[in-house]
């Protein structure tokens, strides 16, 4: 039964975590922003662009399977300007277009949206995990204390 119930912070924290760090983001909630000198680093596990003392990244997920990291870089380096579809006080882009690429913002949503659905999973799975932990305990302790329950055997 308390190995159930410790599963209770950490469902308190996953569930803090799920709702400030990942809240849900629509096309409605992103803005288009327009940057003129860029400098960017494609490596395999992220996109950084650059612009002044702004940085702005990306997950892979972001770009492949539809675009290779040699287009993408082809593209920053023969744009004049880039376009990027960002959220307020966030760093992750959203979308971009650079030249004859666009990334739809919808692309970056539906990567940005599936880690908030692994915390999901994981919330549901703690939540479940401990309450049938605490749900075997409780009938294990009314088990042992009904008249006639041996507790050598």
């Not at 680093?41 to 040699?70: C, H, M, V």
């Not at 004049?80 to 971009?96: A, F, M, N, S, V």
């Not at 739809?104 to 703690?126: C, K, T, V």
Request: charged letters at 20%.
């Amino acid at each position: 039964m308390i190995g159930g119930a410790a599963c209770i912070p950490i469902v308190l924290g996953l569930l803090y975590a799920y709702i400030h760090y990942f809240p849900a983001v629509t096309e409605a909630d992103l803005s288009r922003v327009r940057l003129e000198k860029i400098r960017f680093r494609i490596t395999p596990d992220d996109l950084t662009i650059a612009s002044g003392d702004e940085r702005y990244n990306a997950l892979p997920r972001f770009w492949r399977p539809g675009t290779t990291d040699g287009d993408l870089a082809h593209a920053l380096k023969s744009s004049h300007g880039i376009t990027l579809w960002l959220r307020e006080g966030d760093p992750r882009i959203y979308g971009l277009e650079a030249g004859s690429l666009t990334i739809a913002p919808s692309a970056g949503i539906a990567a940005y949206m599936s880690n908030r659905r692994a915390l999901s999973w994981l919330i549901y799975g703690f939540s479940g995990g401990g309450a049938t932990a605490v749900g075997w305990g409780l009938w294990l302790r009314h088990r042992a204390q009904r008249p006639g329950w041996d507790r050598r055997a």
